[in-house]
């Protein structure tokens, strides 16, 4: 897709981090933006921000864990900017859990899951037949995570496993669409290279009422990037951070040669990813790779 001009983008999670600043690399190219997102506070500002653009845009409440509330979003952006031509199945968040495993709330993997896992089922099942119905060429892209997809960080093992169910969810949609010789283009995008500066790290914010529990916070104790730099630096690392601007940037690119993988990595990340291959081919014990 060389040319966003008029053409329809609806991005879940799209009022803060990543999905914001989608809005504006593609509103910037021409493109039309419907923006769904359960961050009331946020949504307003995204709005105020596009209309200072000059991007045309419509925000609607979304939750992701409703395919109903799905299906509402992608009528009213089909109703009010025409037919669709990008989904960014973008919305997700972290559960802060931390300690041992099996002394997690259950409320944490319910959350979790039902955001990252269930939202991105439930977006394909709410957009892919509308972008399939269509017959022209079209793009559904999938926000997953290194961490769960290629390696596994084992401090957050929630958001781990949420993530490498995301991925293999996504490399079997882009078989299915490969398969059936159907117009629609399956993106992977992986956030990075570096952690990201977005508000994963207080998703806490948007916690539903049924979910929460007596801990305000992140157990974890890192609500923020600027958290997890000083705990970073409590070890001797230096821990650099990657803008969302610099993410939306690198998937727009990708798009532009109809790549499934919206990547960048570091040699860092590289040889971690290659030493888990070899880990796994060779049979030896697993050793935990680290941030930074």
């Known amino acids: 897709m060389q040319d966003f001009h008029d053409k329809v983008a609806v991005i879940t999670g799209g009022a803060s981090g990543v999905g914001r600043s989608l809005a504006f690399a593609l509103g910037k190219r021409g493109a039309k933006i ?9 949504m307003h500002q995204v709005a105020a921000d596009l209309a200072a653009e000059g991007i045309e845009a419509i925000l609607e409440h979304c ?31 972290g559960a802060g859990e931390s300690g041992a495993m099996w002394d997690y709330s259950e409320k944490d993997w319910q959350w979790c ?82 952690v990201v500066d977005t508000g994963l790290f207080n998703s806490g914010r948007v916690r539903p009422e049924d979910l929460k529990k007596d801990v305000e916070g992140n157990e974890s104790g890192i609500n923020s990037v600027d958290d997890m730099k000083r705990m970073a630096a409590e070890f001797g690392i230096e821990m650099q951070t990657t803008h969302p601007d ?31 291959a070899e880990m796994i081919l060779n049979r030896t014990l697993p050793v935990p790779a680290m941030v930074g």
């Open 34 to 42: 419907a923006v769904g997102d359960v961050d009331s506070k946020a």
């Open 63 to 93: 939750d992701v864990t409703s395919v109903d509330s799905l299906n509402h979003l992608a009528d009213v952006a089909e109703q009010k900017l025409g037919p669709l031509d990008l989904v960014f199945a973008n919305a997700g968040i």
């Open 113 to 194: 899951l039902n955001v990252n896992v269930w939202g991105v089922i439930n977006s394909i099942r709410a957009f892919m037949p509308r972008l399939v119905a269509t017959g022209k060429e079209a793009h559904f892209v999938v926000t997953g995570s290194g961490n769960g997809a290629f390696i596994v960080l084992p401090d957050a093992p929630i958001y781990t496993a949420s993530k490498a169910t995301v991925h293999a969810i996504t490399e079997n949609l882009h078989y299915q669409c490969q398969a059936g010789g159907l117009p629609v283009k399956v993106s992977a995008l992986f956030p990075g290279p570096h």
């Open 246 to 276: 610099e993410v939306a940037a690198m998937a727009v690119r990708g798009l532009e040669q109809d790549a499934f993988w919206l990547l960048e990595t570091t040699e860092d990340t590289d040889a971690k990813i290659r030493a888990r």
